[in-house]
């Protein structure tokens, strides 16, 4: 059936969420802070009205702006000393020779997406570079490059892209207001990844603030350090302000579709089905695949619903054929596709297909809800009395609580070397998984019963997806596969258990890097990436 109106496109597409994060301990007063800034900015005056402070009126506001997950919006989250929102470079230098000379931790915000709160939460005195202000974005539609400084959003990327091109775009996450600086730093997929990549694998430069305060490009920043920040994650090497990216071509017709089976219609034999040909498709074709329950009945019967959700490279005619002869079991028929053009086909993934354009300039977000989700990889089908075991599960959770989405690799994402950037999850996958438990009703009371939920959840499938690792993706950051210490150091042994399912062998040489650029470890958080020395 065609789905003019997908309504849970946009919460879905936002919970494709990421980070930006950072150290620290013990200030003499709030003044020395401040007047510390002002020394090392380039606009001393400036600087004053770009600091709130919990006695500020607006703190809270711009705190609390940002936060996507409801979870950590209560009052005894864990708040910043200060909030600093740079308008410059020069900022963002003050903020971290500042903090260091104070014993602040520092946290980095681009998009407030980090699944866990770790790019504005800490536990020891902290402060939050809240990166919003610096957002510019410069396309250069003949080079087919852009420069976008990392509190840009991916939204407002596709927009400036659009702007000069309709022939352009760019593979970034389907959710507009997820900002760039920490989506590019994991990795960072859409709709493109089986035809382009991740967003990191198309990052050509980039400028960086380092511990020392010092602003490097990618010929002073060296190509190890170069490489770990496309897909080490936020919050390990210094603070990234500006991207360079590779644009991609698209063609001037897409076309999508949005069908919905129920267990009724076959839905499990079609999920075990997909599972065996979306990596396999041509690289034009996305079909990726959310399942969730819901009640069927007046008497609350519950069923599943697969939902193939998908974005095609040219026209319908084209379409078409591809799924008669590569996925026929899906039925799909000329009235459940509708043709667009690829910046029209960012608005449907995100759920605003009766939006104009200028909505993804709008960088507050009415998906905010509270959620606990994970991340697996799949390597092998999952076969249908596994799935049967995921849909009795699915149906002790409340209705539309438990949703997974499943992103079809293959193509593009098959070519690239594990080791080309941090990001390892390539040749050998079929899909991505994720997990999510999203609620409104109930609130923090509920929190522990859904979470344990999608913990026990979790364990069972264990089973049915990679092993040795249990490979996990940073972007969707989960605290349960392991954490750093919050105070004192963290060994490389501990490290590894976490860092080994995000990176794999590539965790090794993302602490030689940090060991190089970062000794002191100054810019660390729950996840991050540790020194050798500690």
């Known amino acids: 059936m065609k789905m003019a109106n997908f309504t849970l496109h946009h919460l879905l597409a936002c919970l494709l969420l990421f980070v930006v994060p950072l150290l620290a301990f013990d200030i003499s007063t709030p003044d020395n802070f401040l007047q510390c800034l002002s020394l090392h900015s380039e606009n001393a005056t400036a600087i004053s009205k770009l600091v709130y402070t919990p006695i500020n009126s607006s703190y809270s506001s711009v705190l609390d702006i940002t936060i996507q997950n409801l979870r950590f919006l209560t009052p ?57 202000n610096l957002r510019s974005i410069s396309v250069d539609a003949e080079d087919k490059t852009a420069w976008v400084q990392s ?44 035809k382009y990549g991740l967003a990191a694998d198309n990052v050509i430069d980039a400028q960086l603030v380092d511990a020392q305060g010092r602003l490097l490009d990618r010929e002073s920043m060296g190509e190890d350090l170069f490489w770990a920040i496309r897909g080490g994650g936020g919050g390990s090497f210094g603070v990234v302000v500006s991207w360079k990216v590779k644009l991609v071509p698209v063609p001037s017709t897409v076309t999508v579709f949005t069908v919905l089976r129920t267990l009724e219609q076959n839905a499990t034999k079609l999920v075990h089905q997909w599972q065996l040909v979306a990596n396999k498709l041509p690289d034009d074709l996305f079909i990726r695949l959310i399942l969730q329950s819901y009640d069927s009945g007046p008497n609350g019967t519950r069923t599943m619903q697969a939902i193939f959700n998908t974005l095609y490279l040219g026209g319908v005619d084209s379409l078409l054929e591809v799924t008669r002869s590569s996925f026929p079991e899906l039925n799909i028929t000329r009235q459940d596709c509708t043709e667009m053009s690829w910046i029209e086909s960012v608005l449907y993934f995100a759920g605003f297909q009766e939006e104009p354009l200028e909505v993804l300039l709008n960088r507050s977000s009415n998906t905010k809800t509270f959620f606990k ?4 990889y799949v390597k092998e089908p999952i076969p249908e009395s596994g799935l049967e075991g995921m849909w009795e599960r699915f149906f002790e959770e409340d209705q539309g609580v438990p949703i997974m989405i499943w992103n079809p690799y293959g193509g593009k994402m098959a070519e690239i070397s594990e080791s080309a950037i941090p990001f390892p999850h390539r040749a050998g996958v079929l899909y991505k998984i994720q997990h999510i438990t999203a609620w409104n009703t109930g609130g923090n009371e509920v929190a522990p019963k859904h979470v344990s939920w999608i913990r026990s959840f979790y364990s069972y499938m264990a089973r049915y997806v990679s092993k040795s690792p249990r490979e996990a993706y940073i972007n969707y950051r989960d605290l349960d596969i392991g954490m750093n ?44 990436i540790p020194p050798f020395s500690s």
């Open 76 to 132: 005894s989250a864990p708040k910043p000393l200060f909030i600093v929102t740079p308008l410059n470079v020069s900022h963002v230098q003050a903020a971290i020779i500042c903090s260091r000379r104070y014993g602040l931790q520092m946290r980095t915000r681009s998009g407030g997406h980090d699944y866990e709160g770790l790019s504005y939460m800490s536990e020891v005195p902290f402060v939050i570079v809240d990166m919003a």
């Open 151 to 194: 509190g840009a959003t991916v939204g407002e990327l596709y927009y400036r892209i659009a702007e000069k091109s309709k022939t352009l775009g760019f593979p970034a996450g389907l959710c507009p207001t997820v900002g760039v600086g920490g989506h590019f730093s994991g990795g960072g997929y859409g709709t493109l990844l089986r």
């Open 373 to 376: 989700n994970k991340s697996d």
């Open 485 to 528: 210490n919050v105070k004192g150091d963290t060994s490389y042994k501990q490290a590894s258990v976490w860092g080994k399912k995000y990176f794999k062998n590539n965790f090794d040489r993302l602490v030689r890097v940090k060991t190089a650029v970062d000794p002191g470890n100054f810019f660390r958080h729950e996840q991050s």
